[in-house]
């Protein structure tokens, strides 16, 4: 099947920090797409990546869509406390999302 | 109004019964799927269908039947429900396309089988 191996696993953020995430998969994917999950809730489509190389903003969300076709990078800039939660890439191929493991973001004390 | 609505959001039932989730997509997507999310929040496709047309069926039991009277309906009976079927299944649509395209998810229906 068509592993993403996305990391940090799970970051902590200070109100007002840059934070980065990535997905990284030994296949090629048509669309890259990032998704955040709120508890008791469904994944809500954050950015749609559809070019290799294509950067696309999203208010504080940035994503790129690797060159390669096989990664794909989220950053959120300037942190709140309402970014935490579950953030999730997707590669999508031929009617299918392939999910990473998720990145859980959570407010350091 | 809610482009993609599954109902119920809650289903406690016991071992061997049958039970159905019911999905419904607002927003004239071609292709809707289901996806099953485990208790470390992996998410795993289930099925798409596209134009009411099974696509893909990633190894799921024959226990799991999904049902696509329209192109707007994707609904999922299961037989004979286990303990480990246990999990959260979410529903989502998309315009479809091998190529991808922006996929939104219901709200989830968190199953419990005791």
């Known amino acids: 099947g068509q592993q993403l191996n996305q990391s940090p696993q799970s970051m902590f953020i200070q109100e007002g920090e840059d934070v980065s995430m990535n997905c990284t998969s030994s296949?090629?994917?048509?669309?890259w797409l990032w998704y955040k999950q709120d508890p008791g809730e469904g994944p809500v489509l954050l950015i749609a990546?559809?070019?290799?190389?294509e950067l696309t903003s999203n208010g504080r969300l940035t994503a790129q869509f690797g060159i390669t076709r096989k990664d794909s990078f989220l950053n959120i800039s300037a942190s709140i406390p309402s970014d935490v939660g579950i953030y999730f890439c997707?590669?999508?191929?031929?009617?299918?999302?392939?999910f990473g493991a998720g990145t859980t973001v959570t407010v350091r004390a | 109004d809610t482009a993609v609505s599954q109902t119920p959001k809650y289903l406690v039932t016991q071992m061997g019964n049958d039970k159905s989730i019911k999905c419904e997509q607002n927003?004239?997507?071609?292709?809707m799927y289901w996806y099953k999310q485990d208790s470390k929040k992996f998410l795993k496709i289930m099925f798409s269908?596209?134009?009411?047309?099974?696509?893909i069926n990633e190894t799921v039991p024959n226990r799991f039947s999904p049902k696509s009277p329209d192109k707007a309906h994707l609904n999922l009976h299961i037989n004979s429900l286990e303990l480990g079927d246990s999990a959260v299944y979410f529903c989502?649509?998309?315009?479809?396309?091998?190529?991808?395209?922006?996929?939104?998810f219901g709200q989830g229906t968190r199953l419990t089988v005791v």
């Open positions: 997707a590669g999508q191929n031929d009617y299918k999302l392939s």
């Open positions: 989502a649509s998309s315009q479809g396309g091998p190529l991808g395209s922006e996929a939104f």
């Open positions: 296949s090629i994917f048509n669309t």
């Open positions: 269908y596209n134009n009411k047309e099974l696509i």
């Open positions: 990546l559809y070019k290799a190389g």
């Open positions: 927003l004239g997507h071609d292709t």
